[in-house]
C-alpha cells in the first residue's frame, strides 16, 4: 500500500510538471486564472512557466481548508462550478488551467461555457483529466475491474477517453488544440512511465490538452448542446 501510494504521488507530480511545461510563455502583463487551484502550489508552478506575478494570478477553490491556503499566495474565490457563474468579466484571462477538474463536474456544459466566457479570444485554456482508456483501466476491464479514474466511492463522476475529449472540446471550432500530452504509466514507477508516457500517450495515466480560444462572444454555445444521454 505504501509502494502504491508513493507511485500515485509520484505521477501526481509528474503530471502537474507536464501541464506547466505546456503553457506558453507570455510575460507579467498577461493573467492567469487556476480553477480547482487546491492550496496553490501547483499554480505557482504555472505563473512561473507562463511569466506571469501573482498579483495577476486568481484561482477557484471551494474547499475553504485548502482555499484558505491559496489565499496566502494570490487571491481566490470560491465558487460552486456546477451551477455558479465565475465572478470574471468576459475575456478577463490570457490563460485558464483545469487539471484534474472536469472528471468531477457533473453539468460539464456549465462548465466549459463559463472557461469559454473568461478567456481571452487568443487566449489559451488547459484540460487535464485522467484517462479512461489508460493501459492499466484496459488491463482491469479484461478481468472485470471497475476503472481506477473512476471508481464508485470517489468524487469523479466522468471518464475521458482521449479521443472523445478532444472531439468534445473542438465542437463548433471555438477553440484549437495546440498540443496533447500523456503522464505517468501504471503500474511503472518514474522514470520508465515517463518514458512510455511519451511513447504510448493514449496509454497514460493523464491527458493534457492546451487549446487556443478561436471565437469571441457566444459562449454559451457549450450550454445550447443536445443532451447525449437518452441516446
Given at each position: ?107 460539464i ?28 483501466n484496459?488491463?482491469g476491464?479484461?478481468?472485470g ?26 465542437l ?5 488544440i ?26 497514460s495515466?493523464y ?24 441516446h
Amino acid at each position: 500500500m505504501r509502494l502504491k501510494q508513493l507511485i500515485k504521488d509520484s505521477e501526481g507530480n509528474n503530471n502537474g510538471r507536464v501541464v506547466a511545461h505546456m503553457l506558453p510563455v507570455l510575460g507579467d502583463t498577461a493573467s492567469l486564472l487556476d480553477i480547482g487551484c487546491a492550496e496553490g502550489a501547483h499554480t505557482l508552478r504555472y505563473a512561473d512557466q507562463v511569466g506571469v506575478s501573482l498579483d495577476r494570478v486568481r484561482g477557484v477553490e471551494l474547499d475553504e481548508h485548502y482555499r484558505v491556503q491559496a489565499a496566502e499566495r494570490f487571491e481566490t474565490v470560491a465558487v460552486d462550478m456546477e451551477e455558479q457563474e465565475l465572478p470574471f468579466s468576459e475575456g478577463t484571462f490570457d490563460v485558464v488551467i483545469c487539471n484534474q477538474i472536469l472528471e468531477h463536474i457533473k453539468n460539464i456544459r456549465h462548465f466549459i461555457a463559463q472557461v469559454d466566457k473568461v478567456t481571452k479570444n487568443g487566449g489559451y485554456v488547459l484540460f487535464s483529466v485522467p484517462n479512461l482508456a489508460a493501459f492499466h483501466n484496459r488491463l482491469g476491464l479484461l478481468f472485470g475491474w471497475q476503472p481506477r479514474c473512476i471508481k464508485l466511492r470517489t468524487t469523479h463522476v466522468r471518464g475521458f477517453c482521449p479521443r472523445a475529449l478532444r472531439e468534445f472540446l473542438s465542437l463548433g471550432n471555438r477553440f484549437k488544440i495546440i498540443s496533447v500530452r500523456g503522464s505517468g504509466f501504471y503500474p511503472l514507477p518514474s522514470p520508465f512511465s515517463k518514458f512510455f508516457a511519451r511513447a504510448f500517450p493514449g496509454l497514460s495515466v493523464y491527458q493534457a490538452v492546451l487549446l487556443q480560444k478561436m471565437v469571441k462572444g457566444d459562449w454559451d454555445f457549450w450550454t445550447k448542446l443536445e443532451d447525449q444521454s437518452a441516446h
